[in-house]
């Protein structure tokens, strides 16, 4: 089973139909608000998303009324933006928290890591809900590369460079 279609990854029915038939033409942005959004995004891409968040008030406060200033997306939107016009969706997956195995294909419905023994969920979160909420201790993610060569393709300047 391809790892997009594994049931611990989690993806929307609407993920998967983006990943098995992604968009064959070219994306324009009209709006300026978006296009400044997607370069906020891009560019603080090793920032946090509170980082984004701040820097998007102070466009909005010091550009009031400039075009666009109403369209810039926040940081969850941004996400969905990209992710909805170029197919390309992180896949989020848990691990162990001493970075041993993934949970996923033949370990994806263990508890305890089978190398290091350690516990797969948070346990103060696990222990504070009398052990209801299982919550990964650690997550890994990974975007598939499928998708990045379809949007690549899909530009007519990327296409001739691959």
């Known amino acids: ?5 594994d049931p611990i990854a989690k993806l929307g029915d ?3 139909a983006r990943l098995r038939n ?10 300026a608000g978006v296009r400044q959004s997607i370069s906020m995004y891009l560019a603080l891409e090793h920032t946090s ?9 102070a466009i909005t406060r010091n550009f009031a009324g400039a075009e666009g200033v109403d369209e810039v997306l926040s940081f969850k939107a941004v996400e969905k933006f990209i992710a909805k016009y170029t197919g ?3 896949v989020e ?3 162990c928290p001493d970075s041993c195995i993934a ?3 033949p370990y994806a419905n263990e508890d305890n890591c089978p190398l290091c023994g350690t516990s797969r969920w948070d346990q103060v979160k696990m222990q504070a809900s009398g052990g209801r ?6 997550k890994f993610v990974t975007i598939p590369i499928g998708p990045q060569l379809q949007a690549m393709y899909r530009n007519p300047e990327s296409a001739q460079d691959m």
């Open 1 to 5: 089973m391809p790892h997009w279609e």
């Open 14 to 16: 609407d993920i998967l």
């Open 22 to 31: 992604p968009h064959q033409e070219p994306v324009d942005i009209e709006s």
């Open 49 to 57: 998303q509170d980082a984004y968040d701040r820097i998007r008030r």
């Open 88 to 90: 390309v969706e992180s």
């Open 93 to 95: 997956h848990d691990m």
């Open 103 to 105: 949970f996923t294909g």
């Open 133 to 138: 909420l299982k919550v990964a201790a650690q």
